[in-house]
C-alpha cells in the first residue's frame, strides 16, 4: 500500500521555478534553436519564399546536396574511453594564422537578400568568434565595408576570374590593399548550374513584385520592413543589368578561365592563394604541385554539376595524394559539429560554413550568425570531449568510418574487382 499525504504547499512552492519571460522575440526564438536544422526552420518562416529558397535550393535534382549532407549523416565515430580530456582546445592554424575554431565562413554571393544585415553581420559574428570570414566577389558589401566589420579578424576575398579580366584583377588588388590575407579562387563555374527554385520562383535580381510575392509578403512584414528602409540590395564591387542569377553568372564568368589566369593572380595577390572547387584526386597534386597555398574539396554546396562527387568522400583520398603539408580545406552539406569533426578526423585542415551560416543570418540577423557559431562550437566541443580528445591535432582517421550506403557503383566494382 502506498502512503499518502496531503500536498504540502512549501514541497509545491519549490517546484514552481517559472523562468522569467525573455521579452526580446528576437533572444527567445533564437535560444529555442538546438540545431542548424532548427535555425532553417526559423529562417523559412520569416524569409520570403524566393530568397529563402535562393539559400536553401540546389541545382537539378539537388542531389549533390542531399547526398553531401548524407554523407556526413553517415558517419560512425569512435571514442576511445578513460582518456581525461577536462579542457578541450577547438583552436587551430590555418594558412599562416589562427582561427578559435576549425571552420570559416563561406564566400556567399547577395547576401543581403536573405536579411538586410548581410555581409556586416557574418563578418562582425567572424571577428566576435576569431575565425576568418570570406566576402565573394558577388557580395552585397563593398571590400571597405566588410574590413570595417572585421578590422582586427581575418578576411578571406573570393575571386570570380570574369571576362572582363581587369574588373577581377581590380577587386583582388582592393582586397589585398584592405588586408585581406587569402584569396580563394573559385573554378567551378564555367556556367551557371540551373538553380530551379529560382526559375520556378520567377526570381531575379533586384527581386520583382508579382501577386505571388506580395501575397508571400504578408506573414513576413519585417523582412520587408528590413528591406524597404535600408540601402539598396545591389551587388556592391560590381554593376549589372539585371536578370536571374543564372543570367548574370553566366554573363560575368568565363568558360576559358585556365592554369594561365592563375598565374597572373599569383602576381597580383601577395597572400595565401587556395582554389576553391576541386573535385578530384588528379588536380588536387596537380594544383600541389603548381604552388598554390591550398584547395577547397567544394562542390558549390550542390548548386553547379548535381551528382558532383561528395567531397567528404573525396577527402581521404586526396589527404593521402597530397600528403600532410598541403592545405586541403572541405565544404558543402555540413549542418552539425560533428560533421566538422569527422571532417578534420579525416585529413581536412579547416572547413567552410555556406548555408548554416546564412540559416543563422535569416534567423535573426548578427545574433542569427551569432547563434549558428555557438551551436557549431557546442557540437564540436561535446564531440571532441565524447570522443576522448583534447585537441583537434589528436583528431586522427581512425575515429571515423564513412560508412558506404553511397560508394559510386563504379568503385564498388572496381573494388569487387580488386578483391
Ligand atoms: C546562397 C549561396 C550563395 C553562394 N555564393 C557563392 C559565391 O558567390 N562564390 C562562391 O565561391 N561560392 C558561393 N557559394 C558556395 C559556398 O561558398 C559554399 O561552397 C557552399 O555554400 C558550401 O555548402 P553548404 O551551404 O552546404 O555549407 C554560395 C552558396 C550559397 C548557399
Not at 28 to 33: F, G, K, Q
Not at 125 to 139: D, K, N
Not at 271 to 279: E, S, Y
Not at 280 to 288: F, P
Request: neutral net charge; without cysteine; hydrophobic residues 45%.
Amino acid at each position: 500500500m502506498v502512503q499518502r499525504q496531503l500536498p504540502n504547499p512549501a514541497e509545491l512552492l519549490e517546484l514552481m521555478k517559472f523562468k522569467k519571460p525573455e521579452l526580446d522575440g528576437r533572444k527567445r526564438r533564437l535560444d529555442a534553436a538546438l540545431t542548424i536544422d532548427d535555425l532553417r526552420l526559423i529562417a523559412k518562416r520569416r524569409t520570403p519564399k524566393a530568397a529563402f529558397d535562393y539559400t536553401d535550393g540546389a541545382a537539378e535534382g539537388e542531389l549533390s546536396l542531399s547526398r553531401a549532407r548524407q554523407a556526413f549523416q553517415d558517419v560512425e565515430f569512435h571514442p576511445g574511453i578513460l582518456r581525461p580530456a577536462p579542457d578541450v582546445d577547438t583552436s587551430i592554424e590555418i594558412l599562416g594564422g589562427p582561427s578559435a575554431l576549425p571552420f570559416g565562413i563561406a564566400p556567399t554571393g547577395f547576401t543581403r537578400l536573405m536579411q538586410t544585415e548581410g555581409e556586416v553581420a557574418g563578418a562582425g559574428a567572424a571577428a566576435a568568434a576569431g575565425i576568418p570570414f570570406t566576402l565573394s566577389t558577388l557580395g552585397t558589401t563593398s571590400i571597405e565595408g566588410v574590413k570595417a566589420a572585421n578590422p582586427h579578424g581575418r578576411n578571406w576575398f573570393q575571386l570570380y576570374v570574369m571576362r572582363d579580366r581587369e574588373i577581377s584583377y581590380e577587386l583582388a588588388r582592393r582586397a589585398a590593399a584592405a588586408g585581406f590575407d587569402t584569396l580563394q579562387f573559385t573554378v567551378d563555374t564555367p556556367v551557371a548550374g540551373a538553380r530551379l527554385r529560382d526559375k520556378r520562383n520567377g526570381f531575379s535580381i533586384p527581386p520583382q513584385l508579382t501577386l505571388g510575392t506580395i501575397i508571400n509578403a504578408i506573414p513576413r512584414p519585417w523582412w520587408w520592413f528590413d528591406f524597404l528602409t535600408t540601402p539598396k540590395l545591389e551587388f556592391a564591387s560590381l554593376s549589372t543589368t539585371g536578370g536571374t542569377v543564372g543570367e548574370l553568372l553566366d554573363a560575368a564568368m568565363d568558360p576559358t578561365i585556365s592554369y594561365d589566369d592563375l598565374a597572373v593572380i599569383r602576381d597580383i595577390w601577395p597572400g595565401k592563394i587556395v582554389i576553391k572547387g576541386v573535385q578530384n584526386v588528379e588536380d588536387s597534386v596537380r594544383l600541389r604541385d603548381s604552388g598554390v597555398d591550398g584547395i577547397v574539396l567544394s562542390n558549390h554546396g550542390g548548386r553547379q554539376l548535381d551528382r558532383a562527387p561528395i567531397p567528404f568522400h573525396l577527402l581521404p583520398e586526396v589527404r593521402r595524394a597530397v600528403g600532410d603539408d598541403f592545405t586541403v580545406m572541405i565544404d558543402t552539406g555540413i549542418m552539425n559539429g560533428a560533421d566538422i569533426v569527422a571532417a578534420i578526423a579525416l585529413g581536412a585542415d579547416f572547413t567552410l560554413i555556406g548555408r548554416a551560416y546564412l540559416y543563422g543570418l535569416m534567423a535573426g540577423g548578427r545574433q542569427g550568425v551569432d547563434r549558428t557559431i555557438a551551436i557549431l562550437r557546442s557540437e564540436i566541443e561535446r564531440t571532441m570531449r565524447l570522443l576522448g580528445v583534447s585537441s583537434l591535432a589528436e583528431l586522427e582517421p581512425g575515429h571515423v568510418t564513412q560508412l558506404t550506403r553511397l560508394v559510386p557503383v563504379a568503385r564498388a566494382d572496381a573494388e569487387a574487382r580488386i578483391r
